[in-house]
């Protein structure tokens, strides 16, 4: 189990980028962030319960966090301005070494950022990345340009075909080749993916939480490998763990 840590970050920027979504920038001692698809968890401002955000980005002492404004407590984030206390290092990522030649990442909502940290980490091992994002409207649409940027093959797909292939995510994955797929989003879209029988898969499931460290239960799904706890032992899940 690798080392919870606790980090007061200096806020860089906390800014609205799409639709109810925000892109937060943090300064601060994030060098024990190593693997895409773990994630931080923040304390808000006069709330209890700290808010699991996924990694988007590590770059140096610079974290990118980008979240959804879904109730109460993530509208306070939104205020927040100065500084914010940060358990970081949580969960396990992607693994990968499980890596193919050809990779494909499909994205659903706020399912998205911690597809780019992964962008960047494939790409640094000298691996194809191709990037399938979905979702259900043209205003929820952001970090498109960002993984363009990046040099790769980037599908956009939108429910009401405002945007890119009309439709969803398993649209576009049925003309792509691929060895190995990598994917993030709510559970109907993972339910969606795995019904296309993909062999090498590794998926990051959205649970509840409510410690983010193992301790509360709150997150615990069945496996094919018994109880599991998404904080500890997830997000990320190989396809033949899951039960569907």
């Given at each position: 189990?690798?080392?919870?840590?606790?980090?007061?970050f200096k806020i860089k920027e906390n800014k609205l980028i799409a639709k109810d979504v925000y892109?937060?920038?943090?300064?601060?001692?994030?060098?024990?962030?190593?693997?895409p698809g773990t994630f931080v968890s923040l304390k808000i401002d006069n709330y209890y319960l700290?808010?699991?955000?996924?990694?988007?980005?590590?770059?140096?002492?610079?974290?990118?966090?980008?979240?959804?404004?879904?109730?109460?407590?993530?509208?306070?984030?939104?205020?927040?301005?100065?500084?914010?206390?940060?358990?970081?290092?949580?969960?396990?990522?992607?693994?990968?070494?499980?890596?193919?030649?050809?990779?494909?990442?499909?994205?659903?909502?706020?399912?998205?950022?911690?597809?780019?940290?992964?962008?960047?980490?494939?790409?640094?091992?000298?691996?194809?990345?191709?990037?399938?994002?979905?979702?259900?409207?043209?205003?929820?649409?952001?970090?498109?340009?960002?993984?363009?940027?990046?040099?790769?093959?980037?599908?956009?797909?939108?429910?009401?075909?405002?945007?890119?292939?009309?439709?969803?995510?398993?649209?576009?994955?049925?003309?792509?080749?691929?060895?190995?797929?990598?994917?993030?989003?709510?559970?109907?879209?993972?339910?969606?993916?795995?019904?296309?029988?993909?062999?090498?898969?590794?998926?990051?499931?959205?649970?509840?939480?409510?410690?983010?460290?193992?301790?509360?239960?709150?997150?615990?799904?069945?496996?094919?490998?018994?109880?599991?706890?998404?904080?500890?032992?997830?997000?990320?899940?190989?396809?033949?763990?899951?039960?569907?």
């Amino acid at each position: 189990m690798h080392s919870m840590k606790e980090v007061v970050f200096k806020i860089k920027e906390n800014k609205l980028i799409a639709k109810d979504v925000y892109r937060l920038v943090l300064l601060g001692d994030s060098k024990d962030i190593t693997r895409p698809g773990t994630f931080v968890s923040l304390k808000i401002d006069n709330y209890y319960l700290r808010r699991p955000i996924s990694v988007c980005d590590v770059n140096n002492n610079q974290l990118t966090l980008i979240y959804k404004v879904m109730g109460k407590g993530t509208n306070a984030l939104t205020k927040m301005k100065q500084k914010i206390n940060v358990l970081t290092n949580l969960g396990n990522g992607y693994d990968l070494k499980e890596a193919g030649k050809v990779n494909l990442l499909v994205g659903g909502g706020v399912g998205v950022p911690p597809l780019y940290y992964l962008a960047k980490a494939l790409l640094k091992k000298k691996k194809k990345v191709i990037v399938v994002l979905g979702f259900n409207k043209k205003e929820e649409i952001f970090y498109v340009n960002e993984f363009k940027r990046l040099g790769v093959k980037v599908y956009v797909t939108t429910v009401d075909g405002s945007v890119g292939l009309k439709g969803f995510v398993t649209d576009a994955i049925k003309q792509i080749k691929f060895d190995q797929l990598f994917t993030c989003g709510p559970m109907p879209m993972l339910k969606a993916i795995h019904a296309l029988k993909i062999k090498h898969a590794q998926y990051s499931l959205e649970e509840r939480m409510g410690c983010g460290f193992g301790v509360c239960l709150g997150c615990t799904i069945q496996t094919k490998l018994g109880p599991s706890r998404v904080c500890t032992d997830g997000p990320v899940y190989k396809e033949e763990e899951i039960i569907w």
